[in-house]
C-alpha cells in the first residue's frame, strides 16, 4: 500500500521559514504529478504548488515569489520551502500525488494526512 508522510509542520514567526518534506512509501511503479494543499479552517482546501515529473511547476498566486515545490525522484520525495511566511499561511499542509501501482494500472490520487502549520507571533 502506498502511502504520503509529511513532516516540517510547526510554529514560526511571521517573516520566517520553514520546509515540508513529503516522502512515498511503499510498492509502485510511478509517481506523475506531486503536489502541496492546504486548508484553513472554515476554509475549503486549495492548491498551493504542483511539480510534474518533470519538474515543471505551478503556484498559486498567493504565494508565488515565496514559497518553493521541488522534489528529489530518487527519494520519491517532495518539498515545499516557505519564506517570508504571513499568518495567512496558517493552515494544515496536505501531500497529493499521482501515483501509478503498476505498469499496466490506472494512477491514483493519493493524499498524506497533513501537517499544521501555524504562523503566529
Known amino acids: 500500500q502506498v502511502q504520503l508522510v509529511e513532516s516540517g509542520g510547526g510554529l514560526v514567526q511571521p517573516g520566517g521559514s520553514l520546509r515540508l518534506s513529503c516522502a512515498a512509501s511503499?510498492?509502485?511503479?510511478?509517481?506523475?504529478?506531486m503536489a502541496w494543499y492546504r486548508q484553513a479552517p472554515g476554509k475549503e482546501r486549495e492548491l498551493v504548488a504542483r511539480?510534474?515529473?518533470?519538474?515543471?511547476?505551478n503556484y498559486a498566486d498567493s504565494v508565488k515569489g515565496r514559497f518553493t515545490i521541488s522534489r528529489d525522484n530518487a527519494k520519491n520525495t517532495v518539498y515545499l520551502q516557505m519564506n517570508s511566511l504571513r499568518p495567512e499561511d496558517t493552515a494544515v499542509y496536505y501531500c497529493?500525488?499521482?501515483?501509478?501501482?503498476?505498469?499496466?494500472?490506472?494512477?491514483?490520487?493519493?493524499w498524506g494526512q497533513g501537517t499544521q502549520v501555524t504562523v503566529s507571533s
Open positions: 497529493n500525488a499521482d501515483i501509478r501501482p503498476k505498469l499496466l494500472s490506472a494512477s491514483l490520487v493519493t
Open positions: 511503499g510498492r509502485f511503479f510511478s509517481i506523475n504529478f
Open positions: 511539480i510534474s515529473s518533470g519538474g515543471s511547476t
